[in-house]
C-alpha cells in the first residue's frame, strides 16, 4: 500500500521559514523521484519543486532562492525547506510520487500572513 504522508506546515510571518516533511511508505524510495506540489486559494494545483532519486532538483520560479527541496533515503523523507515566506505562498502543499504523480500525499497547509 503506497502512502505519503505529510507533515510540518502552519501558520508563519511574512519573512518567516518552515519545512514541510514527506514519509512514504509501500515503495523503494531510494530511486524513485519525489516532488511537491501546491494549491492557493481560488488557483490551480502547481508544481513547486521536484527531487529525483540521484538528486538532481528542479524548482518553479516563483521559489527558486528560498526554497530548496532535500532527501534523506535512510527516513524514506523528502523535505521542502521554505525561507523568506511571502503570502503568496498561502496554499496547501501535497507530496507526490514519481514524474507522473501518480500518489499523493494528503496535505499539508501553509499560511503566510
Known amino acids: 500500500h503506497v502512502q505519503l504522508v505529510e507533515s510540518g506546515g502552519g501558520s508563519v510571518q511574512t519573512g518567516g521559514s518552515l519545512r514541510l516533511s514527506c514519509t512514504g511508505h509501500?515503495?523503494?524510495?531510494?530511486?524513485?523521484?519525489m516532488g511537491w506540489y501546491r494549491q492557493g486559494p481560488g488557483n490551480e494545483c502547481d508544481l513547486v519543486a521536484t527531487?529525483?532519486?540521484?538528486?538532481?532538483?528542479y524548482y518553479t520560479d516563483s521559489v527558486k532562492g528560498r526554497f530548496s527541496i532535500s532527501r534523506d533515503n535512510a527516513k524514506n523523507t523528502v523535505y521542502l525547506q521554505m525561507n523568506s515566506l511571502k503570502s503568496e505562498d498561502t496554499a496547501l502543499y501535497y507530496c507526490?510520487?514519481?514524474?507522473?504523480?501518480?500518489?499523493w500525499g494528503q496535505g499539508t497547509q501553509v499560511t503566510v500572513s
Open positions: 507526490v510520487l514519481g514524474v507522473s504523480a501518480s500518489t
Open positions: 509501500g515503495f523503494t524510495f531510494d530511486d524513485s523521484d
Open positions: 527531487i529525483s532519486g540521484d538528486g538532481s532538483t
